[in-house]
Every structure is written in structure tokens, then in C-alpha cells.
């Protein structure tokens, strides 16, 4: 994991943190959920539909078909409306806590 408990258990602002439903890329048990338990007051945790390529930038098509894995998302996954979300979201979490 990238970050480690001393680290984690000095952070002492309100946290946000973002991870996919479909965590099997990377495995959330030793990613994002390491982070939650590490921190000390638990951050405001969102899942989002897909998986862990969802948090990169829509591709364009000249890109997508030969980066499948990063580009394309499974049926019903809509890149841009989840990135249009996580912007508002983020947004009133910096309104509300800066």
C-alpha cells in the first residue's frame, strides 16, 4: 500500500475517498480500505460503479480500442456521468469542510 499507518494516523482534516465497485483489479482490502482503517476519524467513503480504470478520463475512440482494459467499461458504466458526479461531490466536500 502506498501509504502507511504512522502517515495515516497523523492526518487529522476531514478525508474523502473514492473507490470502485468492482475492486478486483487492485483489491480493496489492501488499497482503499487500508487507507480508511488507518485514518483516524473514518472519511466520507463513495463507491462508484466499475472498476478501478473508471476514475481515469473517458477515452477517445482513437485511444479505446487499443487500451480496452483502461477504456472500456462494462455494460451500464456511464465514465462520464460518474466523473460529472464525483466533481459535484468533491465540490460541497470542499464547501463544507474548507
Not at 487529522?12 to 482503517?37: E, I, W
Not at 487499443?66 to 466523473?83: K, N, T, Y
Request: negative net charge.
Amino acid at each position: 500500500m502506498m501509504f502507511e499507518a504512522p502517515g495515516l494516523s497523523a492526518v487529522r482534516v476531514p478525508t474523502m475517498l473514492y473507490r470502485p465497485q468492482d475492486d478486483s483489479y487492485l483489491g480493496s482490502a489492501r488499497n482503499s480500505l487500508g487507507v480508511v482503517s488507518g485514518l483516524p476519524t473514518p472519511p466520507a467513503v463513495h463507491i462508484v460503479p466499475g472498476n478501478h480504470f473508471v476514475f481515469i478520463d473517458p477515452c477517445p475512440a482513437s485511444v479505446a480500442a487499443s487500451v480496452a482494459l483502461i477504456c472500456q467499461d462494462a455494460p451500464g458504466i456511464d465514465r462520464v456521468e460518474i466523473h460529472r458526479q464525483i466533481d459535484h461531490e468533491v465540490v460541497d466536500f470542499l464547501r463544507a469542510n474548507l
